[in-house]
């Protein structure tokens, strides 16, 4: 258990429950993993489409 | 029980009830997303049917993180323009604000309604690009429409501290202006540069119409997206569990869900008529008449006396056909379900109306009662916070190739030459 602030595998003093609440860093890097993956979806299906307008004359 | 036990029992109970009007809610509004994917499919040729509805998946589905990541921090971030106020990091995706935390009941349910709105002005967006439109394109103007345009109109139309609030008593409470008028002129913006389906209109300028290959799903389409504004209007008002005890609009003012139930319904009702006479019986306005006469009465729903209300929606359902008529007419837009006028018209005239009307409303604090004045300096502004973004970065991306799906793709149907299938097996 994660949680801010608090100690660890306790709910004594804990607010914010949730997974690395007690590491910004992790959470930086879970932030970015999800703005990558949105932006890659987005490139591929733009790629998937401009592929389908060469092949469609 | 003691005394202090009954008030910690009370506390929780009402923000434990809080928690559950806002997740109701939101769940509630998902029909509105139903709806609108019924209502484009059936308003969609059978060769476009499921990439209509890939859309409309998409654009609920992109709208959820894009809103976590940067949509609600914007919303409490730029009440005051375009300079951000120091929240000390409160809104950003990698604060311990946003996720669960045991003293904060109110975030999470807020933010989630919050998210089911910027998915409306999507849902809204999309009928009007229906047919031509990349997908991928589609996607990207919506979490620009979605996680970005109207919630910093809606930081500056909604929340307490907003300049337009705070500055000009602007009244705006089921968004006829933050939402709707947003995103039908964010719309507009977008297909003056997308330009119209291929065979819409002839070399001499006339127009052909192209009709959508099952009304029955636009029926219920159009129904559904009715029953899920009550969820979309319910959250718009305030109940902030134990901190402030019963209702209060947006603006912190005394407000009931009995004048939201009046004044939704007795708009819907004058809308459909309103447009049932103006179109001659056509259902399809009707329908969207009745939409359009529940935003006619959207700003001032807290306010309204029913019979005015259901004035407000006969006028707006009235107004949309001809505006529609002329919009295409004068700009050879192609916008196959009304939305500019049906949004963007009929709030207009909501936001108007409410100045018309109801001037001289007080709110809470600060903020000055409401006026004529005030509510031309909102409608003003929510147009440039839809229009100037839509027609701006759509027409980038018209000159990057990145915008319009290829005449040759749109003659074959999107269906088959992207997705590789086909709606039904006939």
Redesign the interface.
Known sequence: MNS?PGPENSWEG?????TS?NS?GT??FW?LL??AL?VLV??L??R??SD??KK?? | MTLEELEVFVTTQANVAMEAYYWWCTALMIAIHVGFLMYEVGASRYKNAVSSAVKNLLAFA?MI??FW?FGWYIYLAFPMGFSPIDLEGYGT????SM?????DQATGVFWAAFTLFACTTASVFSGAVLERI????F??LAVILGSVAWILGASWGWHPDGWLVTGFGYHDVGAAGVVHMIAGWFAFGVILNLGPRVGKYNADGSANEIEGHDLRFSFIGLLMIIVGFFGFLGGCLIWAGADFGGWVNIYGAPATLSSFAFNTLMGLAGGMIGAFWMSKGNPFWMMSGGLAGIFSCASGLDVWYPGLAFVLGFVGGVIIIPANNWLHSVFKIDDPVGAVSVHGVAGIWGVIAMGLFASGYPASGDIPPTSFGGQIVGCIVMFLVGFVPGYGISFVMKMMG?LR??D??QQ?GIDS??LGLRATAQ
Do not use: Q
């Not at chain 1, 804990?14 to 949730?18: L, N, S, T």
């Not at chain 2, 995706?93 to 311990?96: D, G, Q």
């Not at chain 2, 996720?99 to 003293?103: R, W």
């Open positions: 801010w804990v607010d914010a429950y949730f609440a910004e959470l930086i932030t999800c703005i949105l987005t490139a299906a733009a998937h489409e389908t307008a469609t004359k | 992109f993180p894009t990541l995706p990698w604060n311990v996720g669960p935390m045991l003293s990349r997908i991928s394109a996607v990207f990145w799906v290829p040759a793709v074959a030459a992207e």
